[in-house]
């Protein structure tokens, strides 16, 4: 992706075929780390990842966009560039306030660049069901977030864990585990909310 934010090769020719039929990727590189920086000097620097995807968006059902947990112009990016929002929030002691800075942040990007940004919801991950701040944490967002948090639950595995570095998903890496069985019902979800 950096390849083509940095203008140097159009988003065409970086996106690239996966091992699972009708799923494309368009990959980051370590080169994207400086990305942030270079966009800071662009004219609608905001808009960047939305004008490269706008170019393939018809090629596609959906366009899935992870972001690293920051609010940097990349993460602004992603907003911008995004029609839902589905956020993850880890079951761990920053995550309440980590939340309400991106619900803010959200707030803004509605009210001044993008007014029909929507949440599809927030999932619940790395729960440790052993500990209890886990247990506090998912209290705490569904008290504060009903109608946001999905009931899908995603564990804190060791097979979660190990399945990036064997370049494998989760469903690949250990179809039965609790973690794939979490994604799934997450899946299940997020269709009944889109009606599909």
């Known amino acids: 992706v950096y390849e083509a934010l940095a203008k140097q090769k159009r988003v065409h020719d970086v996106i690239q075929n ?19 920086i270079e966009l800071v000097d662009m004219d609608r620097r905001e808009f960047q990842l939305s004008d490269l995807l706008g170019e393939v968006t018809h090629a596609y059902d959906y366009i899935i966009i992870d972001c690293p947990p920051s609010l940097g112009l990349l993460t602004i990016n992603s907003l911008v560039a995004a029609n839902e929002l589905l956020i993850p929030v880890q079951a761990e002691y920053y995550a309440l306030e980590g939340l309400g800075q991106l619900l803010k942040t959200i707030h803004l990007i509605r009210e001044h660049i993008k007014p029909n940004l929507e949440i599809l919801g927030a999932v619940i991950t790395m729960f440790d069901k052993r500990t209890k701040l886990s247990g506090d944490i998912m209290d705490q967002l569904y008290k504060y977030f009903p109608d946001t948090i999905f009931r899908s639950v995603i564990p804190r595995t060791v097979r979660l864990a190990e399945a990036p570095s064997f370049g494998q998903t989760i469903l690949q890496y250990d179809p039965k585990g609790k973690g794939s069985r979490a994604y799934e019902r997450l899946a299940r979800e997020i269709l009944e909310k889109h009606q599909i």
């Open 18 to 36: 996966t091992s699972h039929e009708g799923l494309r990727i368009l990959p980051a590189t370590t080169n994207l780390a400086g990305a942030n």
